[in-house]
């Protein structure tokens, strides 16, 4: 299938895929907020929600390259000045209007500072180690994607040029590499005494040099998913099994880390969350595009409910944490906790998809359409 028929049609399978790491993500930081959370039963549930910040970046990775792929194909005349344009002016359109608004309300409620707000607004807020955080805690993945968009065309290129397993292997290892000595520097700055732990953590795990191997797993990806969705056969159930097993060993190691930051390094600085996570969800990834029929209609209620989770997904992820935050503990019963805290939160952002996000993907549509007449 040529990359423009492949791109025109719509995979159900990747709004599944944003709804399972929404929600891995959200109710991780539910659990994390509420006392019960600290309880030994919860250890495997803690495991588990590890994975939901590596899915959404394999994923970014997979859903960029197929988008420029599918630029490059059907508006290879326009030029490639002309085909990057149009890549960033999508990716603003579709990342920015939402989170200018959480931005701004949240920023004004809580009375942040002009500079808190403009580092965010700008997306450099991980650069700060007293602002990285400050607004709500999840923005950080947000500066990382950004900064992940101007990284991105440069390392699309090397993907795409003489296309060959072996290369892509070597690209991958070198980014590996490159961001597990990013993290043993950091991590030997803080057993010299020259940074503290926090600094570690915020500056060892929230810059896009310790997630490029997460991104680039989802650019080799795609390129695989081209070369294997023609087969007539189906990935049958390995790949999603071995992808749940890395991602348990995964969160199990950075689970540890918590427990002992002195030899583990602390959460998300070990291979646990470096290798591991990242790759299980590469596999999960896989088995979703794979078995994309198994994902299109209604057919199941609650395949239809995450898909729709999946629809709302950016908004969701940009207004749990404070919702979560502020309602997780009006009560002692913890079932009854969460169904409000989750009740409130889906409600806010399928208000916040309906009025500003589906508003402005529909005004990006003109806004492209224009933009390649005026080309």
Same mark, same amino acid.
């Given at each position: ?84 344009? !149009? %890549?960033?002016?999508? @990716?603003? /359109? ?5 989170? &200018?608004?959480? $931005?701004?309300? =949240? #920023?004004? +409620? ?47 290129? !090397? %993907?795409?040029?003489? @296309?060959? /397993? ?5 690209? &991958?290892?070198? $980014?590996?590499? =490159? #961001?597990? +000595? ?68 995964? #969160? ?124």
């Amino acid at each position: 299938m040529a990359a423009s028929e492949q791109q025109s049609r719509k995979l159900y399978s990747l709004d599944y895929a944003r709804g399972v790491a929404v929600l891995l993500v959200s109710t991780g930081h539910f659990f994390d907020l509420h006392p019960s959370a600290y309880e030994s039963v919860n250890i495997i549930r803690r495991s588990i929600s590890f994975s939901g910040l590596p899915l959404f970046f394999v994923l970014s990775g997979f859903l960029l390259t197929r988008q420029m792929v599918f630029y490059r194909e059907k508006y290879a005349g326009t030029g490639r000045a002309g085909l990057w344009k !149009m %890549f960033f002016m999508n @990716r603003l /359109l579709r990342i920015y209007p939402a989170y &200018l608004v959480s $931005l701004l309300v =949240l #920023g004004m +409620l809580n009375a942040h500072s002009p500079f808190d707000i403009l580092t965010h607004a700008f997306n450099i807020h991980n650069f700060f180690v007293d602002h990285i955080m400050s607004i709500n805690p999840v923005y950080w993945t947000l500066a990382v994607e950004f900064q992940w968009y101007l990284a991105f065309p440069f390392l699309f290129i !090397m %993907f795409s040029a003489k @296309r060959s /397993l072996f290369r892509d292997m070597m690209l &991958l290892l070198f $980014l590996f590499s =490159l #961001g597990f +000595l990013w993290r043993q520097y950091m991590i030997s700055q803080f057993l010299h005494g020259l940074i503290s732990y926090d600094e570690l953590f915020l500056f060892g795990h929230g810059q896009l040099i310790a997630h490029a191997f997460a991104f680039c797993l989802g650019i080799a990806l795609f390129y695989f998913f081209m070369h294997t969705e023609n087969r007539a056969h189906r990935s049958d159930g390995i790949a999603l099994s071995a992808g749940i097993v890395l991602c348990l060993i995964g #969160g199990s190691i950075t689970l540890w880390g918590l427990e002992s930051p002195s030899t583990m390094y602390g959460v998300h600085l070990n291979l646990g969350s470096f290798f591991f996570l990242p790759l299980g969800s590469c596999l999960m990834l896989y088995y979703m595009v794979m078995n994309e029929p198994r994902f299109t209609g209604g057919k199941k209620y609650f395949t239809s409910f995450v898909k729709w989770i999946g629809i709302i997904s950016y908004s969701l992820y940009l207004w749990h944490y404070p919702v979560i935050l502020k309602l997780h503990g009006t009560s002692q019963n913890v079932v009854l906790d969460f169904m409000v805290a989750f009740s409130a939160a889906i409600g806010l952002s399928a208000v916040s998809y309906l009025v500003i996000e589906k508003y402005f993907i529909q005004f990006k549509r003109v806004f492209m359409r224009r933009l390649l007449a005026k080309d």
